[in-house]
Nanobody, 125 residues
Framework: QVQLVESGGGSVQAGGSLRLSCAAS????????MGWFRQAPGKERETVTA????????YYADSVKGRFTISRDNAKNTVYLQMNSLKPEDTAVYYC??????????????????WGQGTQVTVSS
């Protein structure tokens, strides 16, 4: 079955960096878009960034543009989220997800079919 396992979360001071990883199994990884989403306490889940199946197209929420970078290694079935210049408002549980519609590049979380368990990112001021 499809499994997505995130790692790399933690606590960091404002201005710091973290790198999240999401290892996928049970799916032909190189054919599907991947996304990172986050949910802060009391807030709705929001799209952070997404990447298409080749890695050639990406999307970023305005709030993270210029600070976060998504990438993927199809040989390792892994998608990454490099987060720099972190702010307290980036504090949330971060989830990776896979869109299992063949070669669709969606940004809306409702289009994503499989989700990881989430990893906590906490940024202190």
């Amino acid at each position: 079955q499809v499994q997505l396992v995130e790692s790399g979360g933690g606590s960091v001071q404002a201005g710091g960096s973290l790198r999240l990883s999401c290892a996928a199994s049970g799916l032909p990884f190189m054919s599907y878009a991947m996304g990172w989403f986050r949910q802060a306490p009391g807030k709705e889940r929001e799209t952070v960034t997404a990447i298409n199946w080749t890695g050639g197209s990406t999307y970023y929420a305005d709030s993270v543009k210029g600070r976060f970078t998504i990438s993927r290694d199809n040989a390792k079935n892994t998608v990454y989220l490099q987060m720099n210049s972190l702010k307290p408002e980036d504090t949330a549980v971060y989830y990776c997800a896979a869109d299992l519609t063949f070669r669709r590049f969606a940004m809306n979380s409702r289009e994503y079919d499989y989700w990881g368990q989430g990893t906590q990112v906490t940024v202190s001021s």
